[in-house]
């Protein structure tokens, strides 16, 4: 079936950088899109979404940019810090051939962000 | 406001042994989700509930039972585990079908 997949497994930056995480997918009945973060031992926490209808949503020192001609989705991180570090998922929400979606999210396989002092 | 809250944190199982994760939200969410997380992977969708009563098999529901008998809780059963499902258990609620979904802290199960 088709599945969320994310380009690099492992991001490393310096704090005080942008951070891009890119993330494919091949669905094009997906119609919703989330990004979350994972700390070790703990459970996924929400950080932005956006829906097919838009390009770009802003959230605080995020920004998620999709881009449906490529299936393709980012989370940008402004001004990158140690808390920031964690693996990041991003997911897509799939609608049936009739427009149904019962939020069945399917997970893209992560990326491990590492922020260094 | 708790949000969403799992028990038992941790449960270590023999083959063949029976078990039931629970699942609790106060925040009046109609629809609630089981995942399982692997080491190095993603959340797989176990089984869903779109509301009080109902429930839908994900995509890998097999050696799961769910149950929804109360808005607030959904149930998560292994009647038979086995060692393939020693896994990272997380349960999930949200408003609506294009909401997020806030996620519990998760069931670390281990079946020898």
């Known amino acids: 079936g088709e599945s969320v997949g994310l380009h690099l497994p492992t991001l490393s930056v310096q704090e005080g950088d942008n951070s891009i995480i890119n993330c494919a997918y091949s669905?094009?009945?997906?119609?919703?899109f989330i990004w979350y973060k994972q700390e070790s031992g703990k459970g996924p926490q929400f950080i932005i979404d956006?829906?097919?209808?838009?390009d770009k949503r802003q959230g605080q020192r995020v920004t998620v940019l999709l881009n449906k001609t490529v299936k393709h989705l980012s989370l940008q991180i402004a001004a990158t810090q140690p808390g920031d570090s964690a693996v990041y998922f991003c997911?897509?929400?799939?609608?049936?051939?009739?427009?149904?979606?019962?939020?069945?999210?399917?997970f893209g396989q992560g990326t491990i962000l590492t922020v260094h002092p | 406001n708790a949000g969403v809250t799992q028990t038992p944190k941790f449960r270590v199982l023999k083959t063949g042994q029976s078990m039931t994760l629970l699942c609790a939200q106060d925040?009046?969410?109609?629809?609630m989700y089981w995942y399982r997380q692997d080491p190095g992977m993603g959340l797989r969708l176990i089984h869903y509930?779109?509301?009080?009563?109902?429930?839908a098999k994900g995509e890998v529901p097999d050696g799961y039972n769910v149950s929804r008998l109360k808005k607030q809780n959904f149930l998560l059963g292994l009647e038979s585990a086995a060692p393939s499902q020693t896994s990272v258990y997380f349960c999930?609620?949200?408003?609506?079908?294009?909401?997020?979904?806030?996620f519990g802290p998760g069931t670390r199960l281990t079946v020898t």
């Open positions: 999930a609620s949200s408003y609506g079908k294009r909401y997020e979904q806030y």
């Open positions: 669905n094009s009945a997906s119609d919703y």
């Open positions: 956006i829906r097919s209808n838009m």
């Open positions: 997911a897509e929400n799939m609608s049936d051939a009739g427009g149904t979606s019962y939020g069945k999210l399917t």
């Open positions: 925040m009046n969410h109609e629809y």
């Open positions: 509930s779109v509301g009080e009563g109902t429930t």
